[in-house]
Nanobody, 121 residues
């Protein structure tokens, strides 16, 4: 059994910063990529940032230069440092991790509960 627990959401004024954290717990043998997603109203869930287990990263064009994703493999935790926040960044942010478990052949994508980020103008 695996769970992801996210924290760090909240309200901030435009130009401010927030840091999201997401820790994975449970039967974890290895974690491949970890990432953050959001789902704008009326649209499908979109990638915000992804970090692979080799440390390589990918970002949505809309957050490049403002957001930084990082991970602590010893803690099975992924972070998203969000700077220069804009009102259009307002959304529920979801973390995800591709995890291989002990005694399991396949890897699966696990999702944490969303954390709300609100940016006021």
């Amino acid at each position: 059994h695996v769970q992801l627990q996210a924290s760090g959401g909240g309200s901030v004024q435009a130009g401010g910063s927030l840091r999201l954290s997401c820790a994975a717990f449970g039967n974890i043998f290895r974690i491949n990529h970890m990432g953050w997603y959001r789902q704008p109203q009326g649209k499908s869930r979109e990638v915000v940032a992804i970090i692979n287990n080799d440390g390589s990263t990918n970002y949505a064009d809309s957050v490049k230069g403002r957001f930084v994703i990082s991970r602590d493999n010893a803690k099975n935790t992924v972070y998203l440092q969000m700077n220069s926040l804009k009102p259009e960044d307002t959304d529920v942010y979801y973390c995800s991790a591709q995890i291989g478990q002990y005694s399991a052949t396949n890897v699966f994508d696990f999702w944490g509960p969303g954390t709300l980020v609100t940016v006021s103008s």
